[in-house]
């Protein structure tokens, strides 16, 4: 945490933009003093398959309780949270709505990136926040954005209506609902 006098909101706001590390900051109106929240410390967390005396760290954060097992990726904003037992579809819906999240958007290639990196080189087999329930053939992202066809699989998707769901292998699979995945 840094604290520092600065001219107003716009000008703290522009210090934490511009600061690789800050994710929230403060500004106190009467006073102008602006505090920047740095992380700083590293907490362990955990996810996916990990080798024998591996460990993963995240960033402390504000707002995305890393000590609870929840992963802060800083360059994409994101505060997830992974499960440790396979569930359903319609399971893994109401776990993420549970934590007052959702199952993931793969929105824009640094996100795609990110969790590759988290999932894919663990070998996670994830539902990811996509499906075509309301409309069959026409997959919908949770966040109302279409999916792109260019996000496929090759030959996916081909489950038509017994596949309604969606995971990732570093690209889009439809498969069916009820399968367990993570
Ligand atoms: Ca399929």
Redesign the pocket.
Known sequence: MTTSSTTGVDTCADSCARHPRCSIFKFNTITSLCTMFVPDTFLPVSSGTLLSGERLYAMTNGWCPVEYGYIYLKNVHMCIWTSSTLATHDSAVSQCGLRGGRLVVLAGTQRWEAIKTLTIKHGIRMYVGADDKAVDGTFVWNNGHLVNDSEWNPY????LSG?NCVTTNGRL???ACGNALF
Request: net charge negative.
């Open positions: 996916e998707p081909n489950g596949e699979i439809d498969v």
